[in-house]
């Protein structure tokens, strides 16, 4: 079963504009994971937030967590044609021993 | 470094056939292993996954089943396919408690 949902499903932008994807879980978790994906492709880990962190950034990406919301957001800044691709949260549902994904959000940016 | 590998990239199947996904990983030890669906244009759906040699754990009644006869070999199969078998599917393996997970490159599975 399912337990991220992501928002927008779908998202275009222009390069050098941001991109924000959110997501929504319904359980308690230990950490939430994003990915990203290129058509076809196997899925890449972006990077994890701890249910005891609140942002997290990595380069161009910014993560935001609210536990109390059970919502996260993936900000992508200053976005390039290379970053097109699917983006997906995971969620552990507090046992870690396997992680749900959301449908993902797929990310169009048009040079 | 660890890697992991999953064949074939591409396979199509009459429906009624048998199948058999391997994925092997390299370089760690007692990983927890994955099998995902991902249906076009879809999120994934967890098959199954192992915490260890012989124990798998089942998440969606199917036609399918998994086996893992060695720490680093997690092997999807099926005795008959169904056309409603096709899709992408992948391993992926993490360590309980680990930073995220590692995916396969993915196997393509049309049932014809």
């Not at chain 1, 967590?65 to 969620?91: E, M, P, Q, V």
């Not at chain 2, 997690?74 to 997970?101: E, N, P, Q, R, V």
Request: net charge positive; glycine share 8%.
């Amino acid at each position: 079963s399912q337990q991220g949902e992501e928002d927008p499903q779908a998202l275009s932008i222009q390069e050098g504009e941001n991109a924000t994807m959110n997501c929504s879980y319904k359980t308690s978790i230990n950490n939430l994971q994003w990915y990203r994906q290129n058509s076809g492709r196997g899925l890449v880990h972006l990077i994890l937030i701890r249910s005891n962190e609140r942002e997290k950034h990595s380069g161009r990406l910014r993560v935001t967590l609210d536990t109390s919301k059970k919502s996260s957001s993936l900000l992508i800044t200053a976005s390039r044609a290379a970053d097109t691709a699917s983006y997906f949260c995971a969620t552990d549902e507090g046992n870690n021993n396997d992680m749900r994904f959301g449908a993902g959000t797929r990310l169009t940016v048009k040079p | 470094s660890q890697t992991i590998h999953q064949w074939p990239a591409t396979l199509v199947q009459p429906v009624g056939s048998p199948l058999s996904l391997e994925c092997t990983v390299e370089g760690t030890s007692n990983p927890n292993l994955y099998w995902y669906r991902q249906a076009a244009g879809r999120g994934l759906q967890l098959l199954f996954y192992s915490v260890g040699i012989g124990q798998i754990s089942s998440e969606v009644p199917q036609n399918l089943s998994a086996s893992r006869p060695q720490d680093r070999q997690f092997i999807l199969s099926s005795k008959k396919l169904l056309l409603s078998d096709s899709g992408f599917y992948l391993c992926a393996w993490s360590y309980l408690g680990g930073t995220g997970y590692t995916f396969g490159s993915g196997t393509r599975l049309t049932v014809v």
